[in-house]
């Protein structure tokens, strides 16, 4: 299939004519085309949703409630379809495919619920003796910003979107949307469901193409009003640098350590951590990747963990470099002295899961971000060792503690730099309708359902200043 540019509502061949190739991570097989917009294009992407800003901005909340439920409508009707066209693109398998198309369909669902109940504020200013009551009142509300920039990473291409765009439209935004691209082909079936559902030209732009030809054009066109990114921390570092003060929404990479302590429930804590290290092959922001375990119990948690990996399906890594980085990261760990206990063996670019002990600060795989099938553990000799370790990472997206004694949870919570803490499960994104960010290296902003909305608006206060009250 071949994904096009959406460009004021019309499906468009780029001007230059040319295209990117998709292949499936699976088999290598070809599987589709991205059309690639040039840097006019990039620009008139932008200038289009500046425009329809003008008319969309004032548009009833209702009618923009009805056009977001008439996309929910038509695409529950496609879930199959859009499952197994994930699942080719992406190499997740089906079920997880399938589930991340509904997931982002009850994002959408809950976002126009949310807004349904969004309230303004008055404020009366007789709480002050000079003014006299009824004398100066005001409204408060929350209005859009103007174009937003989404980009989304070739992961998670229909969750990561849908919680930027769906409250970015709901607040009377516009929005100009460059996904990854790995992930494009079913974000572009995706988002036509908007234009059918009667979004207004303009209001929703589609551009794909090479991020070093287009990405600056986007990042840095004076008619943004707001970046939300999600991707690595390499390139948000980057878009800090080039975006001009330009509000930004970041969702980066993460680091998120296990720390097991003696009171652990080690079969709990076995069972999270390998579901947590190599669901979707480790390649989740939100992903267990460096386990903090007491020495006490080591041994033990070892045992289980490797008995939990026997059970393990895994699919293809998304390419080539992705897997040789991973395999980059272990043999550093061999050659500074871990321990091996199972070292995955790898096929093109299916890479089988590797557990590895003895790890220490001096090694890449302490801190860097291994984005795939490879468990760490490092043994630690105390509370205060284990908060020491997880807290020197340049991350801080989530992290987990496993232990029955609740005391010792919220004491060791309660010191931990991240942005979510998980008691005794493993790191993740959801449920949609908690708050949601990292700190240092993860990025910046909380988003969520409420977090959103306001994160995708301004507040407006309107001041009234009355003269003729009697009373």
């Excluded at 499906?11 to 230059?16: F, I, T």
């Excluded at 670019?349 to 220490?360: H, W, Y």
């Excluded at 010792?408 to 708050?435: F, H, K, S």
Aim: aromatic fraction near 8%; charged fraction near 20%.
């Amino acid at each position: 299939m071949n994904a096009k540019l959406i460009l004021d509502n019309e499906l468009k061949d780029s001007q230059s004519t040319e295209i990117i190739k998709v292949y499936s991570p699976w088999d290598g097989a070809e599987i589709g085309s991205l059309a690639a917009a040039n840097e006019s294009e990039a620009k008139y992407a932008v200038e289009s949703a500046a425009q329809a800003f003008k008319t969309w901005r004032y548009s009833n909340l209702s009618d923009r409630i009805a056009i977001l439920s008439k996309a929910h409508t038509l695409l529950s009707q496609r879930i199959p379809e859009l499952a197994q066209l994930l699942k080719s693109e992406i190499a997740k398998n089906y079920a997880d495919a399938k589930s991340e198309i509904e997931r982002s369909l009850e994002y959408l669902e809950l976002t126009i619920d949310a807004a349904r109940f969004l309230k303004g504020k008055s404020f009366n200013a007789d709480m002050f003796p000079k003014y006299e009551r009824g004398r100066k009142q005001a409204v408060y509300k929350r209005e859009g910003l103007g174009v937003v920039l989404a980009i989304s990473p070739f992961n998670y291409p229909i969750n990561l979107s849908i919680t930027k765009i769906a409250p970015a439209l709901i607040m009377g935004n516009t929005v100009v949307f460059k996904p990854a691209t790995v992930g494009a082909l079913t974000a572009f079936e995706f988002y036509k469901a908007f234009i059918e559902a009667g979004l207004p030209k303009g209001v929703l732009n589609f551009v794909t193409g090479s991020s070093s030809k287009i990405g600056d054009v986007l990042l840095t066109h004076p008619q943004i009003s707001l970046i939300a990114f999600t991707g690595s921390t390499r390139v948000g570092d980057h878009i800090k640098k080039v975006s001009n003060g330009v509000p930004l929404l970041l969702e980066l990479g993460g680091k998120d350590n296990a720390i097991v302590t003696a009171n652990a429930d080690l079969d709990r804590a076995a069972s999270e951590i390998v579901s947590g290290a190599f669901s979707y092959n480790g390649q989740r922001c939100t992903a267990q990747k460096l386990v903090l375990v007491y020495e006490s119990i080591a041994a033990e948690l070892i045992n289980k963990i490797q008995s939990k990996m026997q059970e393990l399906q895994m699919t293809p890594m998304i390419d080539a470099g992705a897997a040789n980085y991973v395999q980059e990261l272990v043999q550093d760990a061999k050659d500074k002295g871990a321990q091996i206990i199972i070292e995955g063996t790898r096929e093109g670019n299916l890479l089988k899961p590797s557990l590895i002990s003895n790890i220490t600060p001096q090694m890449r795989l302490f801190k860097e971000e291994q984005f795939g099938p490879v468990l760490p553990i490092v043994l630690v000799s105390s509370e205060q060792q284990a908060i020491e370790y997880a807290n020197m990472s340049d991350f801080g997206l989530q992290a987990s503690v496993y232990t029955k004694d609740l005391e010792e949870a919220y004491r060791i919570a309660d010191q931990l730099e991240v942005g979510t803490v998980q008691i005794n499960g493993r790191g993740d994104r959801g449920p949609d309708n908690y708050p949601f960010g990292g700190i240092k290296g993860s990025g910046m902003a909380m988003q969520g359902l409420e977090e959103s909305l306001e994160l995708m608006s301004r507040g407006k206060l309107t001041v009234l200043n009355l003269y003729n009250q009697k009373h």
